[in-house]
């Protein structure tokens, strides 16, 4: 199973919105409601921000929301601010007892 | 407050076999609802998710088809931690080992993770 296809980086100016996609297949995304992204600062541990395609666990900020359309899922983050650079990773379930990461994608905040 | 703390090894010789422990503290291994995972990073391969217990009524286990050959995840309802061993290891193995939960069962989303454990594969 490929890992899920996402942008090396994107950059953003503080107070604006940006948006990361994360590519995968029929297979995945395009056939389970079952995304999720990650949030990781250098040298600490990934963080839950987005499950379930839409779903935000509690604690998350309201200004990072997720969406999805056919094998695409998308994260975006509103009102940047300089805490959130960081590394960004999808995850989808694949079916079976298969759960797929993207590359992971790189935001820095200009 | 719910937390893995994670023990084993830093350095593995290659060929030997690899053990880390996830210890929970603030729930139960034994949970009807969450399953208990391990996922590890390194740059080559990013994240990569390994396989994970549970227990409904009976303990189930699941593996990754890239390494259901070599890896085996068991629980200690005694001292309510789960455990990792991964055999036949070479210097692709090496990276972060991390033990994580999955609240929810079979949502596959992870929602707290242990500190992490960098294994070094090397002779």
């Known amino acids: 199973q490929s890992a899920l296809t996402q942008p090396a980086s994107v950059s953003g100016s503080p107070g604006q919105s940006i948006t990361i996609s994360c590519t995968g297949t029929?297979?995945?995304?395009?056939?389970?409601?079952?995304v999720s992204w990650y949030q990781q600062h250098p040298g600490k541990v990934p963080k839950l921000m987005i499950h379930e395609v839409t779903e935000r666990p509690s604690g998350v900020s309201n200004r990072f929301s997720g969406s999805k359309s056919g094998n695409t899922a998308s994260l975006t983050i509103s009102g940047l601010q300089a805490e959130d650079e960081a590394d960004y990773y999808c995850c989808s379930y694949a079916g079976g007892t298969n759960v797929i990461f993207g590359g992971g994608t790189k935001l820095t905040v200009l | 407050q719910v937390q893995l703390q994670q023990s084993g090894p830093g350095l593995v010789k290659p060929s030997q076999t690899l053990s880390l422990t996830c210890a929970v503290s603030g729930d139960s291994v034994s949970s009807s609802t969450a399953t208990w995972s391990w996922v590890r990073q390194s740059p080559s391969r990013g994240l990569e998710w390994l396989g994970r217990t549970y227990y409904r009524s009976k303990w189930y286990y699941d593996y990754a088809l890239s390494v259901k050959s070599r890896l085996a995840i068991y629980p200690d309802i005694s001292k309510n931690q789960f455990s990792l061993q991964l055999n036949s290891v070479t210097p692709e193995d090496t990276a972060v080992y991390y033990c994580?939960?999955?609240?929810?069962?079979?949502?596959?989303?992870?929602?707290?993770w242990g500190r992490g454990i960098l294994v070094t594969v090397s002779s």
């Open positions: 029929s297979s995945d995304i395009g056939s389970h409601y079952l």
């Open positions: 994580v939960r999955d609240r929810s069962g079979f949502k596959w989303y992870f929602d707290l």
